[in-house]
Structures are given as structure tokens and as C-alpha cells.
């Protein structure tokens, strides 16, 4: 699990950025992960797998960074 929680956050700052990552994870509340935050959702338990697939449906990422 903790290596899936290093690729998750190494894709999230590629596709965002590194200063953005942070602020995109802590502030932008989406439907697909039941209004809460990336942050939020991972506290709740969701597997990351599953919030990476719920960022790149929301924020639309290309097929070749997901």
C-alpha cells in the first residue's frame, strides 16, 4: 500500500505539479469522490487506486498520464 500511496502522489504531482499537488488535494471538493476532497477521501479509507481513477474522470486526464 505505501508504495501505490508514493505512485499515486508522484502521478498527482505530474499531472498537477509540484506546487500545486497540495492545494489541488486539499481544496478541490469533487462528486466523484462523494464531495470530499482528494485529502479527505483518503482519510476516510478510500484506496488510492480509486481516487486516482475519480481525479482522472473529474479533471479529465489523457489516457497516456493515468
Same mark, same amino acid.
Given at each position: 500500500m505505501a508504495l501505490w500511496r508514493? $505512485?499515486? &502522489?508522484?502521478?498527482? +504531482?505530474?499531472?498537477?505539479?509540484?506546487s500545486y499537488v497540495d492545494s489541488f488535494a486539499r481544496d478541490h471538493v469533487m462528486a466523484e469522490l462523494g464531495g470530499r476532497t482528494v485529502n479527505e477521501a483518503l482519510e476516510a479509507g478510500w484506496d488510492t +487506486?480509486? $481516487? &486516482?481513477? +475519480? $481525479?482522472?474522470e473529474a479533471m479529465a486526464v489523457p489516457a497516456d498520464q493515468r
Open positions: 508514493s $505512485v499515486f &502522489w508522484q502521478r498527482m +504531482a505530474a499531472y498537477f505539479g509540484e +487506486a480509486d $481516487v &486516482w481513477r +475519480a $481525479v482522472c
